[in-house]
């Protein structure tokens, strides 16, 4: 798991801005939870009318509204207009996964010679942090100059995980249209986690229909091999010239229907691409060719999802909108799935006196 101290990391980020950061926040309350706990909306605007919207529910993203070429703007973030949506079973929609996002393998896994049994909630799998993972919890909020803090203290125990897990996620607009996400978090007895952003976007607008003529790159030739339950088998193995293949820019419906044995098993695709390199690194490029914007993702994570909305299965979301299979897609950055059992596979392993400290920018423009 890799750690960055403080000011290295701060340092980092500003190089990769090229800017300093400045947006307005402004909050309201949106309503309760079933417990009588009050939600906030937090609404984040930069100079350039850039919006992004975050709830302390889940820490979902809501909203997030970009310019195309013409300067017309809409919402590329896929999910509901009020939080009884977000309060309700839901296709993580924009949330924070944890305290581990992905998949672990028959929902267990050992550390330090202790075996551990999470909740299984994907058949006999665990996915997300289980039944109910930070998604589901309500985050205590901090505004910042520009942007919003959520922290989300985990108990021992919370969902089979070991150790009291302290986690800090800032959402941060830069003037240069890049949504970044830091997370930061300790524990007080050694731990395994993985947190991600679960976004699902469509540059062309949410509610607009499918994302299969949006052109995607992703600089690796490399994935996580899957079994049929999309269980990483440990192996990490070569995709050059095969339908995953988006070191070159290919629509991403152009081969999503092909007899390949990894597409079938994800119903689409669902795969965990190997980023190299270490520190800050482009994960993936999408373009969307009619509106023109442009979606780029850096991050210091070794790993990134690729997901196509294949499970979507008429969701009623925005506006009254209808989102259908392949109506968003999720570029998730992430250390490896099932990565508690595979030794191999960079450490997701937190100890006591160690901080994680992740960052992810998804970074918008338009041609």
């Known amino acids: 798991m890799r750690h960055f101290a403080l000011p290295t990391l701060f340092l980092l980020l500003m190089s990769i801005s090229g800017s300093s950061v400045a947006a307005s926040v402004e909050s309201l309350v949106w309503g309760k939870t ?36 013409s300067g017309k703007v809409a919402d590329v973030a896929l999910g509901f207009d009020t939080l009884e949506g977000y309060l309700g079973k839901n296709p993580f929609f924009g949330c924070i996964a ?20 999470v909740t299984a909630n994907s058949g006999k799998h665990q ?32 969902e089979g995980y070991p150790g009291t897990l302290k986690c800090i996620v800032t959402y941060t607009l830069t003037e240069s249209n890049g949504l970044q996400i830091e997370y930061q978090a300790t524990t007080d ?5 993985n947190l991600t952003n679960h976004c699902y976007f469509n540059l062309a ?17 490399q994935i996580t091999a899957t079994d049929d339950d999309l269980i990483p088998t ?14 070159m820019p290919h629509t991403i419906g152009e081969r999503i229907g092909a007899d390949f044995k990894p597409l079938v098993q994800g119903i689409g695709y669902d795969h965990n691409y190997v980023l190299s390199g270490s520190g800050m690194k482009l994960a993936a490029t999408v373009k969307d060719p009619a509106s023109g914007r442009v979606m780029t993702v850096r991050t210091t994570e070794p790993g990134v999802q690729l997901y196509t909305g294949n499970h979507l299965n008429g969701v009623p979301g925005k506006g009254g909108h209808i989102y259908a299979k392949r109506h968003g897609f999720c570029l998730e950055t992430q250390h490896y ?13 937190l100890r006591p006196g160690e901080t994680f400290l992740s960052t992810t920018i998804y970074q918008f423009s338009a041609e």
């Open 189 to 193: 007895k050694p731990t395994v986690l």
């Open 98 to 117: 944890g305290r581990y996002a992905n998949r672990i393998g028959h929902a267990v896994f050992k550390l330090d010679g202790v075996e551990y049994k």
């Open 34 to 69: 079933p417990a009588g706990e009050e939600v906030k909306l937090f609404k984040l605007r930069n100079a350039k009318g850039m919006e992004a919207k975050i709830t302390n529910w889940g820490a979902y993203i809501v909203s997030l509204k970009v310019a195309d070429k």
């Open 234 to 247: 440990g192996e990490i193995v070569s995709i050059k010239g095969t339908p995953l293949d988006f070191t």
């Open 337 to 349: 799935p099932d990565s508690p059992n595979h030794p191999s596979f960079p450490s997701v392993i």
């Open 127 to 158: 996915l997300h942090g289980g039944a109910a993972g930070f998604d589901k919890k309500l985050w205590s909020a901090k505004e910042m100059p520009n942007g919003v803090a959520l922290s989300y203290t985990s108990p021992d125990g919370e």
């Open 205 to 221: 607008g949410e509610g607009s229909g499918d994302i299969l003529g949006h052109e995607l790159t992703i600089p690796t030739d």
